[in-house]
């Protein structure tokens, strides 16, 4: 069994109004560091072992349904998960 | 002609997009669940707003992927009528019907209220019955509109003229080029975030939406009814 977690976020060339909504808000309250924030998405999925390459499945599901390439890059980590 | 206004478990325009179809445009229609195996019987394919599955993940990411979806890809290719509106525009972007994706609105606020379009293009099966450049009143509700497509991507766009409609004077939403309605390449697939089928009489408003839904049935008559 693997644990899987996977980012998703909106591509650097996209602008993400909701990332620049909670930096100003951030900076209102005078953390003036904080040069960017992006909003994304954190997906935790537990998969069974399969004849399949869990890498190559994580990637498929990824391109297919958990981003929109279109707008969002995806990353990942494949943890493997010790029975219980 | 025969529309079928497919039922997603979310949408909550199908009422009046049948409503539209029915009683002010006059023509068949039917409701199509979400789990439908074929289309073969319709003419025409609507695909209403509201939230399918809840919106979950993104608008319209789980909706593309059930079952009723590969046969609206069927008809698109048959070069059957497609028409996605505010959700169901959502859809066909998911689905890649048609090109690009949506953001949240600039403002992150849910807008609800009559907006100007402009009519770029009046050579669809959508919209031949405006005129070019006509300033049309239709009703926009949506909190993911901001519609966003890559440079090469929106140079196609323009060069096939497949810019429909956009929002005229302020842009709502913020999305690209004051887009609100893209027709695909080969002009049979419309997804649009305004709400036609909610401007087709008078005492609600507007009937500005109606000649989007003439317009298909022009089409469609002059392509299939046999001249005497």
Request: proline letters at 3%.
């Amino acid at each position: 069994m693997y644990k899987v977690k996977v980012f998703v976020t909106l591509r650097e060339s996209v602008l993400d109004p909701q990332g620049t909504a909670v930096k100003n808000s951030l900076h209102t309250m005078n953390y003036n560091e904080v040069s960017d924030v992006r909003i994304g998405k954190f997906m935790e999925l537990n998969i069974e072992k399969s004849d399949r390459d869990v890498e190559e499945v994580v990637i498929e599901m990824c391109e297919r349904l958990l981003a929109n390439v279109v707008i969002e890059d995806y990353r990942f980590e494949i943890e493997e998960a010790v029975a219980q | 002609m025969r529309f079928a206004v497919i039922v997603f478990p979310g949408s909550n325009c199908d009422v009046d997009m049948y409503h539209a179809v029915k009683d002010e445009l006059g023509a068949d229609v039917e409701y199509v669940w979400h789990d439908a195996e074929s289309l073969d019987e319709f003419d025409g394919i609507l695909l209403p707003g509201g939230f399918s599955y809840g919106d979950y993940l993104r608008s319209g990411a789980i909706a593309r992927f059930s079952n009723v979806m590969k046969e609206v890809v069927k008809a698109a290719e048959a070069g059957k009528p497609v028409l996605g509106v505010c959700n169901g525009f959502q859809i066909l972007l998911e689905a890649g019907l048609l090109p690009g994706a949506m953001r949240r609105n600039e403002s992150l606020k849910f807008i609800c209220r009559p907006v100007e379009l402009k009519v770029e293009n009046n050579e669809t099966m959508f919209s031949s019955a405006y005129e070019k450049d006509e300033v049309i009143t239709i009703p926009i509700a949506h909190g993911e509109g901001n519609y966003y497509c890559d440079e090469e991507t929106l140079a196609k766009l323009k060069d096939n003229n497949q810019i429909v409609f956009t929002y005229n004077g302020s842009n709502p939403n913020g999305s690209l080029e004051n887009i609100a309605g893209i027709i695909n390449e080969k002009g049979n697939v419309l997804g649009m975030m305004p709400h036609p089928e909610r401007a087709v009489d008078e005492l609600l408003g507007g009937a500005d939406g109606l000649k989007l839904f003439q317009s298909i049935v022009k089409q469609w008559r002059e392509a299939h009814v046999v001249k005497a």
